[in-house]
Antibody, heavy 125, light 106 residues
Framework: QVQLVQSGAEMKKPGASVKVSCKASGYNVTIYSIHWVRQAPGQGLHWVGSLYPNDDTTDYARGFQGRVTLTSDTSVNSVFMELSSLRSDDTAIYYC??????????????????WGQGTLVTVSS | DIQMTQSPSSLSASVGDRVTVTCRASQMISTYLNWYQQRPGKAPKLLVYAASKLQSGVPSRFSGSGSGTDFTLTINSLQAEDFATYYCQQTYRTPTFGQGTKVEIK
């Protein structure tokens, strides 16, 4: 059974950094990309970035460039998201999700088929 | 970035109703469109991928359609557990989500 289990809630001060972990079970984390999505309180979903643990290829959303770093430790089947220079508007739930893909009607389609439970990051002075 | 606009933002319906949620992309995205359900306090759950492919284990009352810029998620015979917020997501370019449609009990 595929599961993604994230680390617990964090409370940080403005300007600090936070590192959230996402541990995969039921499959080898090197096989599929892991994406990160955040959700501010009462708001919608926003893509943060992605990491392919097999070769550490990363892709980041424009709004997070330079502040977010995605890494992996395949020895513990885990991926990590570090967000620096935290601001109050970074307060949100951060989700990791596994990306699957397939060729459908000649097109390479991707989707997020398994999600972690989410990690609440609160930024407050 | 490609903008995804869902309508309505919220709707009220009764158990047994047929519900339709629409999603419009700001440019052509072929069938690079997924639908997710999010219940309160829970992580999103994949319902439909590639615009019309039902994810394994998802009840057949859910269906997706569309291509290009206009897409639809339909729930036939709404059940109590379907009251949730639904999001579309495009993966044609840098992934973006719609703002969500909250399905509430009438």
């Amino acid at each position: 059974q595929v599961q993604l289990v994230q680390s617990g809630a964090e409370m940080k001060k403005p300007g600090a950094s936070v590192k959230v972990s996402c541990k995969a079970s039921g499959y080898n984390v090197t096989i599929y990309s892991i994406h990160w999505v955040r959700q501010a309180p009462g708001q919608g979903l926003h893509w943060v970035g992605s990491l392919y643990p097999n070769d550490d290829t990363t892709d980041y959303a424009r709004g997070f460039q330079g502040r977010v770093t995605l890494t992996s430790d395949t020895s513990v089947n885990s991926v990590f998201m570090e967000l620096s220079s935290l601001r109050s508007d970074d307060t949100a739930i951060y989700y990791c999700a596994r990306r699957r893909s397939g060729v459908i009607a000649g097109q390479h389609i991707t989707w997020l088929d398994a999600w972690g439970q989410g990690t609440l990051v609160t930024v407050s002075s | 970035d490609i903008q995804m606009t869902q309508s309505p933002s919220s709707l009220s319906a009764s158990v047994g109703d047929r519900v339709t949620v629409t999603c419009r992309a700001s440019q052509m995205i072929s069938t690079y469109l997924n639908w997710y359900q999010q219940r309160p306090g829970k992580a999103p759950k994949l319902l439909v991928y590639a615009a019309s492919k039902l994810q394994s284990g998802v009840p057949s009352r859910f269906s997706g359609s569309g291509s290009g810029t206009d897409f639809t998620l339909t729930i036939n015979s709404l059940q109590a557990e379907d009251f949730a917020t639904y999001y579309c997501q495009q993966t044609y370019r840098t992934p973006t989500f719609g703002q969500g449609t909250k399905v509430e009990i009438k």
